[in-house]
Structure formats: structure tokens, C-alpha cells
């Protein structure tokens, strides 16, 4: 399986909360389909300021959902949006857009792991 998910670090995002993190999870994974075609469509739109939006939104999402490769390509093509940087503009798009398909590939057998076994006990 692909390592799209830190599953332990994300339950200690959600203070320790299992049920919590797999929800916070779960709503990710429910919301990417849309996410997805927000973003392909602003960038082809060339609305940059819709595109920084959908990112925006999407870097918060990660916040509590370890997902390590989608949260640092949101923020570096965050950061290039804000700068009104474009020269990378398609590359960081298009590796949100791997991201979030793998995602969409290969969460639900994340779903399907018992959670409880990355539960730490301090």
C-alpha cells in the first residue's frame, strides 16, 4: 500500500480521539472528487484567484488528516499563488492533482484499517 496516510500521527492531531481522526479522515476522502475539479477547472480557467482559494482550503484540510505528500504540495503551490509566482504553476498543480488522486485511490483501504492499533498510550 501506498503511504499517502500517517494514521497514527493524525490521531494525535485529533488529540488522541480515534473515531475522530478516521472521521476527519473519512470527510477528506468524501470531499476530494470536488476539491479535484475545483482545481482543474480554476487552473484552466487560469483564475488564479479561485485556484489559491481551492488550495487554501485544501492545505486547512490536511491539517488534521496526516496526509504528509498532498499538505506540502498545497503549501508550496499556496506559497507560489501568493507570491503570484507561475513560473511552477502547472508542475504543483499537477502533483496536488497525483496527490489527490491517490488519495481517492487508495483511501478507503485506509478506512478499512483497524485505527485502534495506531492508538499510543502515554
Known amino acids: 500500500m501506498i503511504k499517502i496516510l500517517d494514521i497514527q500521527r493524525s490521531?494525535?492531531?485529533?488529540?488522541?480521539?480515534?473515531?475522530?481522526?478516521?472521521d476527519l479522515f473519512t470527510m477528506l476522502l468524501?470531499?476530494?472528487d470536488i476539491r479535484q475539479q475545483q482545481i482543474e477547472n480554476s487552473?484552466?480557467?487560469d483564475d488564479m484567484v479561485m485556484l489559491e482559494e481551492h488550495i487554501h482550503k485544501l492545505y486547512g484540510a490536511?491539517?488534521?488528516?496526516?496526509?504528509p505528500k498532498?499538505?506540502?504540495?498545497?503549501?508550496i503551490?499556496?506559497?507560489?499563488?501568493r507570491q503570484k509566482d507561475y513560473s511552477q504553476l502547472k508542475?504543483?498543480?499537477?502533483?496536488?492533482?497525483?496527490?489527490?488522486?491517490?488519495?481517492?485511490?487508495?483511501?478507503?483501504?485506509?478506512?478499512e484499517?483497524?485505527?485502534?492499533?495506531?492508538?499510543?498510550?502515554?
Open 11 to 22: 490521531i494525535t492531531a485529533a488529540n488522541g480521539n480515534v473515531s475522530l481522526a478516521k
Open 30 to 32: 468524501d470531499d476530494l
Open 43 to 45: 487552473f484552466q480557467a
Open 62 to 67: 490536511t491539517a488534521y488528516c496526516i496526509v
Open 70 to 75: 498532498l499538505r506540502q504540495s498545497t503549501e
Open 77 to 81: 503551490l499556496e506559497g507560489l499563488l
Open 91 to 111: 508542475k504543483f498543480v499537477e502533483q496536488v492533482l497525483q496527490e489527490i488522486q491517490l488519495l481517492i485511490s487508495n483511501g478507503p483501504d485506509y478506512i
Open 113 to 122: 484499517q483497524n485505527w485502534l492499533e495506531f492508538q499510543t498510550t502515554n
